[in-house]
Structures are given as structure tokens and as C-alpha cells.
């Protein structure tokens, strides 16, 4: 989808604003992929254990009835230890300010992100309606309080 001179009838219409002239457009880096690499607007140092919420110089406008989440990009974690600390980071319908992403250094080596770095990705999905109901008992299961390691390593 990196040509949006054509746009599928089924797709889910998410409008973009660069806030910043050196700002990336979001990109897929193959068709068919499902999450939107997002790119860093700032240079900076990330000290092992030292986290920072990264702007990445776009606002977003996703429809009512479905969420933007921020994940991590799995080669910055497998080969960094850096990683989305609050991941899947939420971005609700009603947000239109910057988006960052909080990232955090888990490695050993003090990691250097650039302006134009992909530092995350975006991912927009469905979400139900939902309805909290206020209730004196819930219906019993076969898992019932096990929580917590309960099954199995």
C-alpha cells in the first residue's frame, strides 16, 4: 500500500497529518503487512535502562469503533533489547495529538536513535462496544481464580 493513489474499498480510511516539513508518512515495508512502520524526529542517545517517549512528528484520525497500537519492531528488540515499554500502546479514536512511543532500553549498550529511524509501528483494529455491567456474582468456570502462572510453564 505505499502507492495511495489508489484506495481499497474495504480499507479503513485513517488521515495522516505531518506536524513537522521532515515528518515521515507511516509505511508498510511489504504488501500485506499489517502494521505501519513509524519513524523517530529527533536524534538521540537511549542509555541502557533510560526510557523516552519519541516523537514521531504525526497526528492521527482513526475512526470511531477502532484503535491505533504502537508495537515494538521486533529487530530492535531481538538485536537491542529496545522495545515499546507500554506495548501495545492505545491511541484512541478522540486522540489528535503528536503520537509518540515510549521507548525503552532493556540492553546492555547504550542505543543511538536517529532522525528517520523506524522506532516502532502502528496497527489499527477493530475494537467491540462494550458495556460494563455491575454485578453481585459472575458465572462460574473451569479456570475460576487461577491466575498467574496457574497454566503451567
Known amino acids: ?4 493513489s489508489s484506495v481499497k474499498e474495504e480499507a479503513v480510511i ?16 511489504n504488501e500485506g503487512d499489517v502494521a505501519f512502520d513509524l519513524y523517530s524526529t529527533i ?10 517517549a519519541v516523537p514521531t512528528g504525526i497526528s492521527v484520525e482513526i475512526p470511531r469503533g477502532y484503535e491505533g497500537q504502537i508495537r515494538p ?14 506495548a501495545p500502546g492505545t491511541i484512541d479514536s478522540g486522540f489528535r495529538g503528536e503520537v509518540k ?6 540492553g546492555s549498550d547504550t542505543f543511538r536513535i536517529t532522525k528517520g529511524m523506524r ?11 462494550v458495556q460494563l455491567v455491575k454485578s ?3 458465572t462460574p468456570s473451569e479456570r475460576g481464580e487461577k491466575g498467574f502462572g496457574s497454566s503451567g510453564h
Open 1 to 4: 500500500m505505499k502507492n495511495n
Open 14 to 29: 485513517v488521515r495522516v497529518k505531518l506536524l513537522i516539513p521532515d515528518a515521515k508518512m507511516p509505511s508498510l515495508a
Open 43 to 52: 536524534d538521540i542517545d537511549l542509555q541502557p535502562g533510560q526510557r523516552i
Open 73 to 86: 519492531r521486533s529487530g530492535l528488540a531481538l538485536q537491542y533489547g529496545v522495545t515499546v515499554l507500554n
Open 101 to 106: 512511543s515510549i521507548m525503552v532500553n532493556l
Open 119 to 129: 522506532i516502532c509501528q502502528l496497527a489499527v483494529r477493530h475494537v467491540a462496544d
Open 136 to 138: 453481585e456474582a459472575l
